[in-house]
């Protein structure tokens, strides 16, 4: 009886110094955009969201998927959002290596995922170094410039590898509030290029419209 309550007390006090297996931690903003990490994205999309973003014209209409972030041990869980494919003469069909615009659900403060509305993802296939769009955002942040955060991501869709991407920040209302005072400011993203060698495009296009 003795050997066998000594064999009891031996086995739990074992058990106490097992560690038990840690949960995975939640994910902050400063992950997200970690120049330092890169961070993995997951999309799951049905069949019809893929079919969706693989035709002309609905490339960048928003389509219902999810998403998973994980970095390290660190992980977001899955995540319901909407998804578009963006670009102008980068724009590509999903099955190719689209650059994405994610919409997050707004919460009961009207922002989504992490204080985020959005996040923009793009592919850079246009710029083999891979480096153009993340060294300027750093060198306006560095000059105490309002850019954008960036980060690096390798992006999956229903477990395909698309490639390595730059996450950006995306500048919208949730970008303006946090670098201005004045949240009336307005944002314009240019389409194409204003000024052409012999033509002034800027001072046409501004009669037109």
């Known amino acids: 009886m003795r050997k066998a309550l000594?064999?009891?007390?031996?086995?739990l006090a074992?058990?106490?110094?097992?560690?038990?297996?840690?949960?995975?931690?939640?994910?902050?903003?400063?992950?997200?955009?970690?120049p330092s990490k890169v961070i993995r994205v997951d999309f799951t999309l049905p069949q019809s969201?893929?079919?969706s973003l693989n035709t002309d014209s609905t490339l960048k209409k928003y389509v219902a998927g999810q998403v998973s972030f994980s970095l390290d041990k660190k992980t977001s869980g899955t995540l319901?959002?909407?998804l578009r494919l963006k670009g102008s003469s980068s724009l590509q069909k999903l099955d190719a290596a689209p650059s994405f615009k994610i919409k997050f659900p707004a919460g009961p403060s009207q922002l989504g995922y992490l204080g985020l509305r959005r996040m923009t993802l793009n592919a850079m296939t246009q710029d083999g170094s891979k480096l153009h769009e993340f060294a300027?955002?750093?060198?306006?942040?560095?000059?105490?410039?309002p850019a954008?955060?960036?980060?690096w991501a390798k992006v999956y869709v229903n477990g395909i590898f698309k490639?390595?991407?730059v996450n950006i920040e995306t500048p919208d209302e949730t970008f303006m509030t946090r670098r201005f005072r004045d949240i009336t400011q307005h944002i314009y993203e240019p389409n194409g290029s204003d000024f052409r060698m012999g033509s002034d495009w800027g001072d046409n296009r501004s009669e037109e419209h």
């Open 136 to 145: 300027a955002y750093a060198l306006f942040n560095a000059m105490g410039l």
């Open 80 to 82: 319901d959002i909407k």
């Open 148 to 151: 954008s955060k960036t980060g």
């Open 163 to 165: 490639g390595l991407y």
């Open 14 to 34: 074992a058990i106490s110094l097992v560690s038990p297996a840690s949960a995975p931690s939640p994910l902050t903003l400063a992950d997200i955009y970690n």
């Open 49 to 51: 969201s893929i079919d």
């Open 6 to 11: 000594a064999l009891v007390v031996v086995l």
